[in-house]
């Protein structure tokens, strides 16, 4: 099927951030509405296409548009044309609408911001770049807008850039970005190389025939691309920095939207993947690990939006895991996705509310007691709280029981390992969720007498509800007759018969319960007994001390790569300098002071120039003499 | 006679002529030591003819004196600028090209 | 061609006083010759790979050298990168000239000469004309950095000159002697069409390669020959730099097209694998040598080297996309280190200083120099929608297809670049703005003119590089054939058809 309209998606968001960025302070004061407007018109072309693609027959309902020939050398040839299928559709939807209503909480959120305008330029980008992304039918597409939306990510974190720890965030981000990046280019090379063409539906054509060293080696390349743009280990140390950006930007990019990209990258190549087994097992285990990882985080950080970007990390490491067994996983990966997109922005929104009442404040030991304060705050946080951490009828119950479920049944050693690892996951999710409830709206007020907490404008609190009641009921919806298993499974291969299950839907449940209830009581006795300490204490184990520096993430980025990294530069500057420039100046010193001794004999006596031709003459003939003779 | 006698003469000449270019300081008598040396190939030349019984030396002999001619007159001209000009003919004190 | 000549000459019958006089007669010779330039590419039949715009008139009779122009794809285009880049540097070096060691309008005349000679090196199709463009280009460059630059700029000027005759006496003997054998095998001449049909033996070739390869590895320049380009772009001026690497070092690459590969097709094969270990080692190298940099201007210079051992790869890995994504580079390279080298020099400009130390905090102050400065960054490291990705794609993808190792190492250079460019912007850009810099002005009218057209042809070409490509595909394939090569295929999934024109 051919479109014309998908290129609107798109075009939109991008032109309004043109405007925006062109027109400079002329448009503060319109800025925001036109900002705002861009990606709610894209959510209803969305809504549009899906209306559209609903009335269609299964087979038939992914739809291109041709916009121009890109680049075109010898065989290498891509043209910029869009492709929107189930699987896009759901990210267009969730990307402009999850968009719009954040859009619209920050016309209140940033109205104080001098350069607001700048703000929704930014947003803007960074939505137009993201519908690229998912929109892209080749992987060279797809590289255009990963590199847009890290791009946007890297202005947003930086947006309050005067600050020097703010600029460093965001350079750290795209710089970790920029080693997910390469993974992905050397994944299009190799794919190129050997399959001439970079296109999905070509690299789909041809991977039945391709080698599986090659398939490893790509999945391998593009789960490195994950990693970066997913916060996932080893390339995770980012995402905790990059909460140094507007609240808002928390919620889109680095909790809904830009993160979870790696999941799509994965979930779209998933016919490399299934035909490379190893990179598979790969991705579960960096997701397993990444859970496991970002949840320890989450349980010793104070700043409220450094505990979410760890249960982000965390939770995105279940999105990579259930990717990351095949077939089975794809829709529960991407299911976890939406409902993720819907709780994690509706708590970062929350978490902006909570900050906007408390003068920016973010450590939550200087929380406590909020719920008076800020009602719907608490009210729309609580139901995230509860889809998150797997309350059943709440959204979370349903994507990550499903996964966990999943991991069991994949079969052997591998399968209860990674199952063990997602319970153990979603028992300290539980944990340190309840934690920061607790820390931020139970228990005394622990602020002092200068904060005065006042619930958020409307714009703000709309928003948040909107999204809780996504946090409520898409998890119901989603599972409902297995719908988007069934909406996906012409993208991702339909999920083989299950053979032997390990353990049953309800056990897992169960189980998973039973471990959340654990965490929940966990964290209600070592909070809600005794009040919660303004500074944190400092005499705590050690595995706190490590997890609260974010095990110790950044000491290794450092010891490993930056330290050397600068230190190879520096002595590259020297070596440079000393040894090629030497040994060019050596060249220049070494004629000049030839010059300069020979010259010493030109010193201007007419005799001893005499002695000279005529010891030179007699020696010239002394030689003639010896060499005839 | 045996001509190779003159050349004996000739070697000698050249060599007093050289050694007094080198040694002397006095531009004229440098000058001198110069035509010296300069007789001293002519000598030789004319030998030279007369050994061979041609008169290519002959001819060369009397190339060397014109041009001995004009060195005369342009190096004299230039001794006599300078001693004017530094009241002095050493040609150690006209060591102003030196570098 | 000879418009700036006139130009040239006419500046020079004006007397000292009349500056602006000259500089506006410089502005319209060199927006003329672009006019011209841009008229002349649009006349390029693309499909067509021989010489185009062919002239020929007998010169030195005696030796056979004629001054014979004419351009393909690939010289078109950076024909095209120099009369575009031209007027740019005119309007936005407006007041460098000022407070060099001569006039004003001398400054213009040299200017105006060195853009004839850069037209002249490109279009030259005689190998002894390509020889006297070459090496007469370095004299106004000496005068430039010599006369107008700023700092060590005698010491900066004399190592350029002598770095860049050193490589061109090794050419010079060696086009003697393809003159000489051109004569032993019937008839002098110094033709390339003609020379490059020379039968020579192995050694011979070898040795006459190098002879040619040191020349332009200087020029380029390549790793270990880069000394000098760091020293030059510190001392010149902006505008001076912006041609320097802008254009002239693209003669080395251009020649390594042009001469290497066409005259000597078997010894360019037998020295590919060092020229690749060195094209890798300069993208990895310049990269970390930038990063290490204190000071803007040696940091682009460094950016530079790193970007031309990706140029070099692109040219050895003899891929037609290696290739194509070779000369757009160039072109590409041209715009994007002009832009940052223009922008950089504002800011010295203003701020006394080029240390990036001494900025900080920009973005607020002046943040239309901030963005531009930003932007073009961002193309320097190869930001997808921005031209350069399209060409280091290229580069990497046609490097991959034949040496997957060299191009996955080189592809590291990606990754440096982000820290490379970062850091400054992070230092300079961001952050509060530092003591000194609250007053800097933003760009002005006649900045914003000059940088525009730059900028806008950067996200153009970005998104749509065909007309670019168009004209440099055939050319690329021509000169892939002539030197032996074809693309390697894809180990599986060729088509049948595409099989079937393969045996044909």
Not at chain 1, 232 to 255: E, R
Not at chain 3, 244 to 264: E, Q, R, S, W
Request: net charge positive.
């Amino acid at each position: 099927m051919i479109s014309n309209s998908l290129v609107y998606l798109i075009v939109l968001p991008l032109f309004s951030s043109a405007v925006l960025l062109l027109t400079g302070r002329r448009a503060d004061r319109w800025g925001h509405i036109l900002g705002t407007l861009a990606p709610g018109i894209s959510f209803l072309i969305g809504l549009y296409q899906l209306a559209q693609m609903l009335g269609r027959s299964n087979e038939e309902r992914a739809v291109t548009q041709k916009l121009f020939s890109w680049i075109s050398v010898g065989s290498f040839q891509v043209d910029a044309s869009l492709m929107l299928d189930q699987l896009s559709i759901c990210f267009v939807l969730l990307i402009t609408g999850v968009g719009t209503l954040i859009h619209i909480y920050s016309i209140a959120y940033m109205s104080h911001d001098h350069d607001r305008r700048r703000f929704f330029a930014y947003l803007n980008l960074f939505i137009a770049a993201m519908l690229l992304l998912v929109l892209g039918d080749s992987y060279l597409n797809l590289y255009v807008g990963w590199e847009g939306v890290g791009l946007a990510s890297y202005l947003l974190i930086g947006f309050w850039n005067q600050k020097p720890t703010y600029a460093t965030a965001a350079k750290k981000a795209f710089i970790a970005n920029r080693v997910g990046d390469l993974g992905l280019s050397l994944a299009i090379m190799i794919a190129f190389a050997s399959m001439g063409t970079v296109s999905f539906a070509g690299i789909k054509e041809h991977a039945g025939q391709a080698s599986t060293g090659v398939l490893t080696a790509i999945g391998i390349t593009l789960l490195i691309a994950a990693t970066g743009k997913s916060a996932q280990f080893p390339l995770q140390a980012w995402l905790g920095d990059a909460m140094a950006g507007p609240t808002p930007v928390s919620a889109l990019i680095h909790a809904a939207t830009m993160v979870t990209a790696g999941v799509y990258l994965i979930v779209r190549s998933n016919f490399i993947f299934d035909a490379a087994p190893n990179a598979q097992l790969a991705v579960a285990i960096i997701g397993a690990i990444t859970l496991m990882f970002g949840a320890l985080i989450g349980t010793a950080k104070d700043d409220i939006k450094k505990a979410l970007a760890a249960s982000t990390m965390s939770q995105i490491g279940y999105m990579i895991l259930g990717a990351g067994l095949g077939p089975a996983g794809y829709a529960f990966a991407i299911m976890h996705l939406l409902t993720h997109g819907f709780f994690k922005a509706g708590m970062f929104l929350g978490a902006g509310s909570v900050m906007h009442g408390m003068d920016d404040e973010v450590n939550m030991r200087r929380y406590g007691g909020l719920r008076k304060f800020l009602p719907i705050t608490f009210a729309t946080f609580g139901l995230g709280y509860l889809a998150i951490i797997g309350v059943p009828p709440f959204a979370g119950f349903y994507s990550k029981d499903k996964i966990i479920e999943v991991a069991f049944n994949s079969g052997g050693a591998k399968g209860v390992i990674l199952g063990c690892a997602a319970l153990l996951g979603a028992a300290i999710t539980a944990f340190y969720m309840t934690r920061v409830m607790i820390l931020t709206f139970a228990g005394s007020k622990r602020w002092d007498d200068k904060a005065h907490p006042h619930e958020s404008p409307v714009l703000m609190w709309l928003p948040m509800v909107l999204l809780a009641v996504g946090s409520v009921t898409s998890g119901f919806l989603f599972t409902q007759g297995n719908s988007l298993q069934k909406w996906l499974a012409p993208v991702v291969e339909q999920s083989p018969a299950a053979e032997g299950e390990l353990l049953k839907p309800a056990v897992v449940s169960i189980l998973a319960l039973l471990l959340v209830i654990t965490g929940v009581g966990l964290a209600a006795m070592m909070y809600l007994r005794k009040p919660v300490p303004v500074q944190a204490p400092a005499d705590v184990s050690i595995f706190t001390r490590i997890a609260r520096r974010d095990l110790l993430q950044d000491e290794f980025n450092e010891a490993i790569f930056m330290r050397p990294g600068q230190k190879l530069a520096k002595a590259l500057g020297i070596a440079d300098n000393a040894v090629i420039d030497g040994a060019v100046r050596g060249v220049a010193r070494l004629t000049q002071g030839t010059g300069r001794t020979l010259g010493l004999t030109q010193n201007g006596f007419v005799r001893s120039y005499a002695m000279w031709i005529l010891l030179g003459a007699i020696g010239l003939l002394a030689t003639i003499w010896a060499v005839t003779l | 006679m045996n001509p190779e006698n003159y050349l004996y003469v000739s070697a000698l000449l050249f060599s007093i002529g050289a050694v007094g270019v080198v040694v002397r300081r006095n531009a004229i008598v440098v000058f001198m030591c110069v035509e010296l040396m300069l007789n001293a190939a002519n000598l030789a030349f004319v030998t030279f003819a007369r050994i061979n019984g041609n008169l290519d030396g002959q001819v060369i002999a009397f190339f060397t004196m014109v041009v001995a001619a004009c060195e005369v007159v342009v190096g004299l001209a230039i001794i006599v600028t300078i001693y004017r000009s530094r009241r002095s003919a050493s040609v150690d004190e006209a060591s102003l090209l030196k570098r | 061609m000879l418009l700036p000549l006139l130009g040239a000459l006419f500046i020079a019958t004006l007397s000292k006083s009349k500056e602006l006089l000259a500089k506006q007669i410089t502005f319209a010779t060199t927006l003329l010759v672009a006019i011209v330039g841009v008229a002349m590419a649009t006349q390029f039949q693309r499909d067509n790979v021989d010489l185009q715009f062919v002239e020929s008139h007998s010169w030195i009779p005696t030796f056979g050298i004629n001054f014979a122009v004419g351009i393909d794809g690939i010289a078109l285009v950076l024909i095209l990168l120099s009369v575009l880049l031209a007027p740019v540097v005119v309007l936005a070096g407006w007041n460098e000239a000022t407070g060099g060691r001569w006039s004003v309008k001398t400054f213009y005349i040299i200017l105006l000469i060195l853009e004839t000679m850069m037209i002249g090196v490109f279009a030259a199709s005689d190998v002894f004309l390509f020889y006297v463009f070459f090496e007469a280009m370095l004299i106004p460059v000496y005068f430039l950095i010599g006369g107008y630059g700023s700092g060590a700029r005698a010491a900066a000027a004399v190592k350029f000159l002598l770095y860049s005759l050193f490589g061109g006496l090794l050419m010079l003997a060696s086009i003697i002697a393809l003159y000489v054998l051109s004569g032993e095998q019937g008839g002098h001449t110094f033709d390339l069409g003609a020379l490059s049909q020379l039968h020579l033996s192995s050694t011979t070739e070898n040795l006459l390669f190098l002879g040619f390869f040191i020349a332009f590895a200087i020029k380029a320049p390549l790793w270990p020959f880069h000394t000098w380009l760091p020293d030059a772009a510190d001392s010149a001026t902006p505008g001076t730099s912006v041609l320097l690497l802008g254009v002239l070092d693209k003669v080395g690459t251009f020649g390594m097209i042009h001469y290497c590969l066409a005259l000597f097709p078997h010894a360019s094969k037998t020295f590919t694998p060092v020229i690749i270990v060195l094209a890798v080692i300069s993208v990895i190298y310049g990269a970390f040598l930038a990063i290490g940099q204190k000071d803007f201007k040696r940091l682009i210079a460094f950016t530079s080297i790193s970007h031309f051992g990706f140029i070099t790869l692109g040219i050895f890995a003899m891929t037609s996309q290696g290739h194509s994504g070779a000369t757009l580079y160039m072109f590409n390279h041209g715009f994007s280190t002009a832009a940052l080298f223009l922008i950089a020099g504002w800011m010295s400009a203003r701020r006394g200083s080029s240390k990036i130390a001494d900025f900080g905090g920009l973005q607020r102050v002046t943040p239309i120099m901030a963005w531009s400065f930003f932007f073009a960054g961002m193309s320097s490291l190869a930001l997808p929608g921005l031209s350069s990705f399209v060409s280091e794609f290229l580069v990497l993808v046609g490097t991959y297809t034949r040496y997957p190792v060299a191009a996955v190492i080189a592809a590291f250079g990606i990754v440096l670049a982000a820290i490379y460019i970062l850091i400054p912007v992070q230092r300079a850009l961001h952050g509060p703005s530092t003591e000194g810099n609250e007053t800097l002005t933003d760009l002005n009218l006649r900045e914003k003119v000059a940088i525009a057209p730059v900028l806008a042809i950067i996200l153009a070409l970005g998104f749509y590089p065909s007309p670019l490509l168009n004209v440099i595909n055939p050319a690329a394939q021509h000169v892939i054939t002539k030197a032996g090569y074809s693309d390697p295929l894809p180990t599986i999934g060729s088509t049948s058809a595409e099989k079937e024109t393969i045996n044909k």
